[in-house]
């Protein structure tokens, strides 16, 4: 019941609730993002969801236009392309909070595995998702993975979290990743992989 009808019904009444008491800080974080740099306000990236459907994933931008399109997880020199903003929204989560479009859409979730995009080993990622039956799930902000490790896990790793999920769908677990999120977004943990971490973090 939760799986097939609540989780959904949860998911659009808390983003068009979250989209409306927030809209005034998105509108503020705008501004600020095309005011402190070149480039659109809103980083565009084609994502794969359930049954590996393609969608466009929103985010503030927080890197410059001259960043290669390469996966986060590549880089080895990541902190001299993020924008002066930009290492905040991230850290903080807050180049996220478009995602509440892709919720209201029906693209995402807020709790499930992330989406994969062009820039992942998708062939073999994408393998291991249709065979655990993540690839089942709608994508979602956060996950298991998420609250596990996040870019400091391998793909594998994030395969099995992903597969834990997918077979145990619950309100309960759901409501707990939620709240250890919270934990993690405050303590603003996870959100470079180790070698990636800037000098300001060391």
């Given at each position: ?29 705008a501004l ?14 084609e994502r ?155």
């Amino acid at each position: 019941m939760y799986r097939r009808f609540l989780k959904r019904f949860f998911d659009l009444l808390l983003a068009i609730f979250l989209f409306i008491i927030l809209l005034l800080p998105l509108i503020i974080i705008a501004l600020i993002v095309k005011l402190t740099s070149k480039g659109p306000i809103l980083f565009i990236q084609e994502r794969y969801g359930r049954n590996s459907r393609p969608f466009k994933l929103y985010k503030f931008r927080s890197m410059t236009d001259s960043a290669p399109q390469i996966a986060n997880s590549k880089f080895t020199d990541i902190q001299n392309y993020i924008t002066p903003v930009g290492m905040f929204i991230r850290k903080t989560s807050l180049d996220e909070l478009p995602q509440l479009w892709n919720i209201i859409k029906g693209d995402m979730s807020f709790i499930g595995p992330r989406p994969l995009a062009n820039t992942d080993a998708r062939a073999r990622v994408v393998a291991l998702r249709q065979q655990n039956g993540a690839d089942q799930v709608l994508p979602g902000i956060s996950g298991l993975a998420q609250i596990n490790g996040r870019n400091n896990l391998s793909d594998e790793k994030k395969a099995i979290y992903d597969e834990m999920y997918a077979k145990a769908v619950t309100f309960t677990l759901d409501l707990r990743i939620i709240i250890t999120t919270i934990s993690i977004v405050l303590k603003m943990s996870d959100v470079f992989k180790d070698n990636q971490k800037v000098k300001k973090d060391n």
